[in-house]
C-alpha cells in the first residue's frame, strides 16, 4: 500500500488531454513539494515534473504539473502514443522522514 | 555527458549479502548526494535511503535499516549500497540516482543509473 495513492490507469485517444491524481497528506504533499517519474516497461525511470510544477529540459510542454493542498496532478494536454508509459508522483514526507512514492499510473492510449 | 553506470546481475541466497555500484560520471560525487531506490518485479518503486556525496551523511529508510549501508569512494567517483540478509522479498531492480548534496528532501532525482537486478533465491 503506497504512502501517495495515484489511479492504477489512465487512458485516452490521441489528442486527448489525460489527468493523473496524487493524494497525500499533510506531511507530504500538504507540506513539500512533489516531482513526477516516467517509466517506459524495462527502462529506469526519468525525472519528468520537478518542484510540482517544473519541466525538466527536453520534456514537451504538452505536460504540466500542479499542485493543491494534500493532492497533485500530472496533466497530459494532446496525448501521443509516446505517451505511453508508467508515470510515479513522489513526495518528502516529514512524519516518516522519508520519500513516498505513489504506486503508479500506467497511461495508455487507445 | 551526465550518467550513472551500475554493476551487474547479481543472483544471490538467501541470507546473503549484495553490494551493487554505482559509478558516476560527468560531474564529482562532492557535489551531490545519491539516493538508491528499488522496484520489485511488476510493482512500484521504494525509496531505499540517501547519502551525501560531500559528507558521506546518510539516512535510511525505516524499512531496510539496519540491513543496509550506503557509501562513497571519492577515488572512483561512485556510491556502493550493501544490503544484508537478504529473502526473496529482496529480489528487485535496484536503482541509484543523483539528489541534493546536502538534505535527502531536497532536489528531485534527475539522473538515474540504468538499475541492477538482484535476484534472490534458494
Known amino acids: 500500500q503506497s504512502v501517495l495513492t495515484q489511479p492504477p490507469s489512465a487512458s485516452g485517444t490521441r489528442g486527448q488531454r489525460v489527468t493523473i491524481s496524487c493524494s497525500g497528506s499533510?506531511?507530504?504533499?500538504?507540506?513539500?513539494?512533489v516531482n513526477w517519474y516516467q517509466q517506459f516497461p524495462g527502462a529506469a525511470p526519468k525525472l519528468f515534473i520537478y518542484?510540482?510544477?517544473e519541466r525538466p529540459s527536453g520534456v514537451p510542454d504538452r505536460f504540466s504539473g500542479s499542485k493543491s493542498g494534500t493532492s497533485a496532478s500530472l496533466a497530459i494536454s494532446g496525448l501521443q502514443s509516446e505517451d505511453e508509459a508508467d508515470y510515479y508522483c513522489?513526495?518528502?514526507?516529514?512524519?516518516?522522514?522519508?520519500?513516498?512514492f505513489g504506486g503508479g499510473t500506467k497511461v495508455t492510449v487507445l | 555527458q551526465l550518467q550513472l553506470v551500475q554493476s551487474g546481475v547479481e543472483v544471490k541466497k538467501p541470507g546473503a549479502s549484495v553490494k551493487v555500484s554505482c559509478q558516476a560520471s560527468?560531474?564529482?560525487?562532492?557535489?551531490?548526494?545519491f539516493i538508491w531506490v528499488r522496484q520489485a518485479p511488476g510493482q512500484g518503486l521504494e525509496w531505499m535511503g540517501w547519502?551525501?556525496?560531500?559528507?558521506?551523511?546518510?539516512k535510511y529508510a525505516e524499512r531496510v535499516r539496519g540491513r543496509v549501508t550506503m557509501t562513497t569512494d571519492p577515488s572512483t567517483n561512485a556510491a556502493y549500497m550493501e544490503l544484508r540478509s537478504l529473502t526473496s522479498d529482496d529480489t528487485a531492480v535496484y536503482y541509484c540516482?543523483?539528489?541534493?548534496?546536502?538534505?535527502?528532501?531536497?532536489?528531485?532525482?534527475?539522473?538515474w543509473g540504468q538499475g541492477t537486478v538482484v535476484f534472490v533465491s534458494s
Open positions: 540516482a543523483r539528489g541534493s548534496r546536502d538534505k535527502p528532501k531536497i532536489l528531485a532525482f534527475d539522473i
Open positions: 560527468g560531474y564529482s560525487l562532492f557535489t551531490h548526494g
Open positions: 547519502i551525501s556525496g560531500y559528507n558521506r551523511k546518510t
Open positions: 499533510s506531511s507530504n504533499i500538504g507540506n513539500n513539494l
Open positions: 518542484s510540482s510544477d
Open positions: 513522489a513526495a518528502w514526507d516529514d512524519r516518516l522522514d522519508a520519500w513516498v
